[in-house]
């Protein structure tokens, strides 16, 4: 948000802050939200770099599509260990997924 925008915002009454201070999230559950939200984005991500289809990658995980779509969007329904397990049958190897979790792992997402 531009300087202007947001002073403009602050004179006439309203707050303005970060989604985690809206929803007043402590630092763990931003940090979980955050990891949810980069694994999600890279299980799309390698998904259409390897040219499956949601289809393809339920199957390969043995699960159904409705719950590929729920993975690469976050669904909090969906576990973190099946978004684990996808990123892997994917290609991704622990070193890369740790880098993720790190910070470390630069990938330039393609748009959903």
């Known amino acids: 948000m531009d300087k202007q925008k947001r002073q403009?915002?602050?004179?006439?009454?309203?707050?303005?802050?970060?989604?985690?201070?809206?929803?007043e999230l402590s630092p763990e559950e931003e940090a979980y939200l955050e990891i949810r939200l980069q694994i999600s984005e890279l299980i799309r991500y390698q998904r259409?770099?390897?040219?499956?289809?949601?289809?393809?990658?339920?199957?390969?995980?043995?699960?159904s599509q409705s719950r590929v779509a729920k993975m690469e969007v976050g669904d909090p329904s969906t576990s973190l260990d099946l978004m684990?397990?996808?990123?892997?049958?994917?290609?991704?190897?622990?070193?890369?997924?740790?880098?993720l979790l790190t910070g470390d792992l630069h990938v330039a997402?393609?748009?959903?």
Do not use: M
């Open 48 to 63: 259409k770099k390897r040219g499956w289809t949601q289809v393809q990658l339920a199957r390969a995980l043995g699960s």
């Open 8 to 23: 403009n915002l602050e004179k006439t009454g309203f707050r303005v802050g970060s989604t985690a201070d809206f929803l």
């Open 109 to 112: 997402l393609q748009p959903a």
């Open 84 to 99: 684990v397990k996808g990123l892997l049958r994917l290609g991704i190897s622990k070193q890369e997924l740790g880098e």
